[in-house]
């Protein structure tokens, strides 16, 4: 994998879900240190998006049977996506922020257990919201770093396999609790959307949906 620090030991997060009409927002974050980072290369750990879903989920459980300590997930599911949305954009706030909360809570979980002194992240915004909410909580000499495609780095690639992982199983888990099949991704969800609506009504849409998609519009227009 390439090489965009030279640190020993360090914390990698990634987020799934942001591009999804259906299902949660989770954010993973993975502690990767001289001891397993040999092993983590030998099993193939890559970027989550790049794997099947059979791969993606046996490489999810053997670092979760292996580093558990090593990993902290942080998920909102539509519910409770929906009702901090809401909050953040009565502050004028947007869905950055809300992603910046989720990794920042996720860092400080992790790096409070393990010690760790380095962070990288993923990025995703021009703006550096992160540091904004872990400077208050943790030791000041932590050092972040955010870095576009930064799965290329074993540590987030990691996360990003964690992310999407808990991703797809809560898909899966509202698919059977509602009986029906949630699409992933954002494009030929709205006839499935309209189909939920007409099994289990509008007003449960924020259980499965995130409603400031702009096809909110589409799946409830009669």
Not at 59 to 68: K, S, V
Request: proline fraction near 2%; charged fraction near 25%.
């Amino acid at each position: 994998m390439d090489t965009i620090h030279n640190w020993d030991a360090w914390i990698g997060t990634d987020e799934a879900g942001k591009g999804d009409y259906f299902g949660s927002l989770v954010v993973a974050a993975v502690y990767v240190d001289a001891a397993c980072r040999e092993i983590l290369s030998t099993l193939g750990i890559t970027d989550g998006k790049k794997l099947s879903n059979r791969r993606l989920q046996h490489l999810a459980e053997r670092m979760h049977n292996d580093y558990e300590k090593h990993i902290v997930v942080v998920e909102k599911i539509p519910t409770n996506y929906n009702a901090l949305y809401d909050t953040l954009r009565r502050r004028g706030q947007n869905l950055n922020h809300l992603l910046a909360s989720l990794h920042g809570e996720a860092i400080r979980t992790l790096a409070t257990r393990v010690g760790a002194k380095h962070v990288l992240v993923d990025k995703f915004s021009k703006n550096d919201l992160i540091t904004q909410q872990t400077d208050a909580e943790l030791h000041p000499t932590i050092k972040i770093i955010q870095v576009p495609k930064a799965e290329r780095d074993i540590a987030v690639a990691a996360a990003s396999i964690i992310a999407r992982d808990a991703f797809l199983k809560r898909m899966e888990a509202l698919s059977e609790k509602y009986e029906m099949r949630l699409p992933r991704g954002s494009y030929q969800v709205v006839d499935a959307g309209k189909e939920f609506i007409r099994l289990h009504g509008s007003n449960a849409l924020g259980n499965v949906a995130k409603l400031h998609f702009s096809l909110t519009d589409a799946v409830l227009r009669k």
